[in-house]
């Protein structure tokens, strides 16, 4: 079975500096890994995916990821952090192309003026 | 929210009654989800569809029903049966062809049973 655990409830940065949302998964084969955001009382806004390739992945208003497999990691990055940044962010991985995402129970961004 | 809508934005239903929400997509996707969002608990899939008049049941499907009679079209039924149905609902959608495709969201119904 597939999995994705975002260990922090909650991230406070303040504005301009870096900020990182962590994720971690398992899944049995090769991972595909995808970052959302979400505003209140909002769908999904899908930002990134990894599928294969370099393991650094840009995606949407400035955010990154990095995808580490020994740690099975998926970190979302951004090098400064906008007060618009705050929302509820969203880590999701699949195993093959087809399947629904399984996605983690979310991180909730607040960054600070 | 792309090409999906979802219909209504906020539903208020009494206890014992079925309610139905929908979904529409025009991104000629074949697979549709409905997952459910509780604070604190991220989303849960409930249904999926990867092709019309076929789908699967989800992590939770207990107390739902969908149908999919049409591509462009997944209603999501919530009957009685839901001990705890108030939460938001969220339908997405993908393309099933080669490559690995993001799912496309709506903008979410907000159902509140009382």
């Known amino acids: 079975a597939q999995s994705v655990a975002q260990p922090e409830d909650q991230v406070n940065v303040a504005e301009g500096n870096p900020l990182t949302v962590k994720c971690t998964y398992s899944?049995?084969?090769?991972?595909?890994l995808f970052w959302y955001v979400q505003y209140p009382n909002r769908g999904l806004q899908f930002l990134l995916k990894?599928?294969?390739?370099?393991?650094l992945v840009k995606g949407s208003y400035g955010f990154e990821a990095e995808f580490n497999k020994s740690q099975t990691s998926f970190h979302l990055k951004k090098p400064s952090a906008l007060v618009s940044d705050s929302a509820l962010y969203f880590c999701?991985?699949?195993?093959?192309?087809?399947?629904?995402?399984?996605f983690g129970k979310g991180t909730r961004l607040s960054v600070i003026a | 929210d792309g090409g999906i809508t979802q219909s209504p934005k906020y539903l208020f239903r009494k206890e014992g009654q079925n309610v139905t929400l929908s979904c529409e997509q025009n991104?000629?996707?074949?697979?549709m989800y409905w997952y459910r969002q509780d604070p604190g608990q991220g989303l849960r899939l409930i249904y999926y569809?990867?092709?019309?008049?076929?789908?699967q049941k989800g992590d939770i499907a207990e107390g739902y029903s969908v149908s999919r009679e049409k591509k462009e079209s997944f209603p999501l039924t919530v009957t009685s049966a839901q001990k705890n149905p108030t939460a938001f609902y969220l339908c997405?959608?993908?393309?099933?062809?080669?490559?690995?495709?993001?799912?496309?969201f709506g903008p979410g119904t907000r159902l509140t049973v009382t």
């Open positions: 991104l000629n996707h074949d697979a």
């Open positions: 899944v049995s084969g090769n991972p595909y």
């Open positions: 990894y599928i294969t390739g370099d393991n």
């Open positions: 997405a959608s993908s393309s099933t062809g080669t490559g690995v495709s993001e799912q496309y």
């Open positions: 569809s990867q092709i019309v008049n076929d789908f």
């Open positions: 999701a991985v699949r195993d093959s192309g087809n399947t629904p995402l399984v």
